[in-house]
């Protein structure tokens, strides 16, 4: 793509997005046509490049993402002030067989390409056959009663046990819960919390316990279920006199076997891969989403796995993903977390399409159709395998849906549990949080990059200027050196790297 002011994204769009500020009394030329601009367009922002009818539908992506409010004259400025949502709490959809096997037919072509052309990175090998990109000791918490306990444990173990090649440093995953929780919101923290003893990248995990909590150490013991004994340790701090003395003979325990872990070459396809995005701009669905959804279709065309969450910014382009549902079942499924996700919505009176925030509307993000839009880029046109509920690990491989809300840390920690071993985080405006596993930041434009270097690890605004397949193969190349232990994320660097989990229901 030529470097340019501003991109049209698909034939059928009625705007343009400017990618670099743009003038008023400026003269853009678009589809043949001069077009002078009514005002300052700033970057990310749409403008129209043809006059709009009050109720017509704006269209973006070649999919509408709103109605305008009133009349819309060519080169006039196209947001929040003259468009507005077309969403409501219920929609029909429908399984269309035709459009879901022609993306079959892509897909299979992709699988072809990359039959012989996996890249191998260098993992753990685990003793259950899963892999792990990292060889960390963690610490989980059962409740939050016991976190400055484990938080001086880590003070320890960094001063105790140094990182080498072998071994890449200690996490406690601290949180609020695991008592005075009822139903759901207490088996979800139990679930989300058991996915974390066996994450793969975990080499060692200490379960620190107090021991009266309602998430009691031998109810979680039994939910975690059958582990390697040298590998996974439980402290109930309540049963012994000094906790911390006791949990470092634990800790000394689990780092002494993780020196015996060694990386393997193994491919790429092994890979299970999260995608989110946060803190959006009117670029991040026209340079870093899409990005990220070139990779997906690589990453499942290789056999490889990658999960999309954010259900709420799914509201508006869900239909766009029901047509890629490997069959009707998934695609039912699908309606389900769709329809599920807008009733939490509803028990909680809050309406459906209220979700750009304002750094999202600043970005030039409008309308939740907007945004969604932009959001489903990230799983590129890869077929949808599975639909998963919230701490249900992935079984599938291909593209799976999980549910689970938009925000970023809550987001992030149920793809984790979910299995990632790394996720793809994409941003327009920038964002310094951390994930559990290694979180890479995908800026959407340039200016942001250069800005953020402590920050953003991938500049994808290249991809405005430079040939998209070298981009790519540089994006890859990156994804193999954090995979392959290589090379760090900044979020690794920075020791950012946190948990939060979702809760619905009532604390006592």
């Known amino acids: 793509m030529e470097q340019c002011k501003f991109v049209t994204i698909h034939p059928d769009d009625v705007v343009a997005v400017a ?15 001069d077009i002078p601009l ?26 509408p993402i709103g109605v305008a409010k009133q009349h819309i004259s060519k080169g006039e400025h196209v947001h929040g002030s003259n468009i507005k949502t077309l969403l409501c709490e219920s929609a029909g959809y429908h399984y269309n067989k035709v459009l879901a096997s022609q993306f079959k037919e892509k897909a299979e072509k992709r699988k072809a390409f990359w039959a012989d052309k996996t890249p191998t990175i260098q993992a753990y090998r685990r003793a259950n056959g899963k892999i792990g ?5 963690w610490i989980v918490p059962t409740v939050g009663c016991v976190n ?5 444990l880590v003070s320890w173990a960094n001063k105790t046990f140094p990182t080498s090649e072998f071994y890449d440093g200690i996490h406690v995953w601290n949180h609020p819960y695991g008592c005075s929780q009822l139903g759901d919101d207490h088996e979800a923290t139990r679930t989300i919390l058991s996915d974390l003893v066996h994450h793969p990248n975990a080499g060692g995990v200490l379960v620190l316990a107090l021991g009266c909590e309602n998430n009691t150490p031998e109810s979680f013991k039994e939910l975690v279920g059958a582990v390697d004994s040298e590998r996974v340790k439980f402290l109930t701090s309540q049963d012994v006199s000094d906790e911390i003395e006791e949990s470092k003979k634990l800790l000394t325990a689990l780092h002494k076997a993780m020196q015996r872990d060694r990386r393997e070459p193994v491919g790429m396809d092994n ?4 995608f989110k995005c946060g803190g959006s701009d009117g670029l991040s669905g026209i340079t870093a989403n899409p990005l990220v959804g070139r990779f997906c279709d690589a990453l499942t065309a290789m056999g490889g796995t990658g999960i999309l969450t954010e259900v709420p910014e ?10 890629r549902c490997q069959d009707e079942k998934i695609y039912e499924q699908t309606v389900r977390l769709i329809d599920d996700f807008k009733q939490y919505f509803i028990k909680h009176e809050q309406v459906v399409y209220e979700n750009p925030s304002p750094g999202n509307k600043a970005g030039g993000i409008s309308t939740l159709e907007d945004k969604s839009l932009g959001c489903i880029q990230k799983g ?9 509920a919230y701490g249900q690990q992935v079984s599938r491989r291909g593209l799976n849906l999980l549910s689970g809300p938009g925000n970023d840390i809550v987001s992030t920690t149920a793809l984790t549990a979910t299995g990632a071993h790394i996720i793809l985080f994409t941003t327009g405006r920038g964002t310094p949080l951390g994930a559990p596993v290694p979180t890479v930041k995908i800026s959407s434009n340039s200016a942001l990059a250069a800005k953020k270097p402590n920050w953003i690890d991938f500049d994808a605004g290249r991809l405005l200027a430079e040939d998209n397949e070298v981009v790519l193969s540089d994006f890859l190349s990156l994804i193999q050196a954090v995979a392959s232990g290589e090379k760090k994320t900044r979020n690794e660097e920075n020791g950012y790297a946190e948990i939060s989990l979702f809760k619905d229901g009532v604390i006592l």
């Open 271 to 274: 890979l299970i891969v999260g």
């Open 380 to 388: 590129g046109e890869a077929i949808i395998t599975d639909v998963l």
């Open 19 to 33: 990618i670099a500020p743009l003038g008023k009394g400026e003269v853009i030329q678009v589809q043949g046509k």
């Open 148 to 152: 400055k306990i484990a938080e001086t």
């Open 133 to 137: 990109i990292r060889n960390e000791l």
């Open 38 to 63: 009514a005002m300052d367009i700033p970057s990310g922002h749409k403008f129209a490049i043809k006059d709009i009818a009050e109720g017509e539908p704006v269209i973006k992506y070649g999919a």
């Open 314 to 323: 799914m509201f508006g382009a869900e239909q766009l993903l029901m047509n």
